[in-house]
């Protein structure tokens, strides 16, 4: 099984609005990742989870909050969003090797991702 | 990350090759390629990957020049589904950098 799950598929909400976006895949990867993509553009790394600590983040604005609870779920906690933060936003994982290096050959599988509509 | 150049668009006959090249000239010994592709709207699907050596599974061919400054990759007999944004990513070994990064992309229109 090599499929990662989004819920919801589309989101619509107002700027004063609290949301979440829910990542899960059960095929024991430990690195976890949020990309967003604007329309006709190519994904942007948000966030990387790494035995559920968060280990990247690329200067993402804080009413984008990530939260991994588990080595199968990830969250991105939404607030106060802006229109611009209109996207498709991607959750994608992979396998990390066991002692922990980089591991170039760690294929990502991605989500169908969360299309979300800011008002 | 070895930066990569693509077409930015591409048309094939359904049922005939397509072949999608990519240019990563300042590619370093440690650094693999990868291609993956996104179908409208949805999440971009792995490919096929490769350090030297030619590479094939069912879905596609990978061909790596020599000198590891190019590589092609081949859908032997494309559909309507084949339809989508190709990319070549180029990814360094041990920074401990994890994601991928995507450039343009080659938009491939398979035509009937």
Redesign the interface.
């Given at each position: 099984d090599t499929e990662?799950t989004?819920t919801p598929k589309h989101l619509v909400m107002g700027m004063t609005n609290k949301k979440s976006l829910k990542c899960e895949q059960h095929m024991g990867h430990r690195?976890m990742?949020w990309?967003k993509q604007k329309a006709k553009k190519?994904?942007?790394?948000m966030f990387?989870y790494?035995y559920e600590k968060l280990?990247?983040n690329e200067s993402v604005p804080s009413r984008f909050s990530p939260e991994c609870p588990n080595s199968s779920l990830l969250n991105l906690h939404l607030h106060a969003l802006q229109p611009e933060d209109s996207a498709?936003y991607?959750c994608?994982s992979?396998p990390v090797g066991t002692s922990g290096r980089?591991k170039?050959?760690?294929?990502?599988?991605?989500?169908?991702?969360t299309?979300l509509t800011v008002l | 990350d070895a930066k990569t150049t693509q077409p930015p668009s591409m048309d094939c006959a359904e049922g005939r090759a397509a072949n999608l090249p990519c240019n990563h000239s300042t590619i370093s010994g440690?650094?693999?390629v990868?291609w993956y592709r996104q179908i409208h709207?949805?999440?971009?699907?792995?490919i096929i990957?490769g350090l030297k050596n030619n590479e094939t599974n069912e879905m596609a061919s990978l061909i790596i020049t020599e000198d590891r400054k190019s590589s092609t990759l081949i859908l032997p007999h494309a559909t309507l589904r084949d339809t989508a944004v190709y990319?070549c990513i180029v990814?360094?070994?041990?920074?401990?950098?994890?994601?991928?990064?995507?450039?343009?992309?080659t938009r491939l229109q398979v035509q009937p």
């Open positions: 990662v989004q690195a990742y990309y190519p994904p942007e790394l990387v790494s280990s990247i498709l991607l994608a992979s980089y170039v050959t760690d294929t990502q599988y991605f989500g169908p991702g299309r | 440690n650094e693999y990868y709207s949805q999440g971009p699907q792995y990957h990319y990814r360094v070994v041990g920074t401990g950098r994890r994601a991928l990064t995507f450039g343009s992309g």
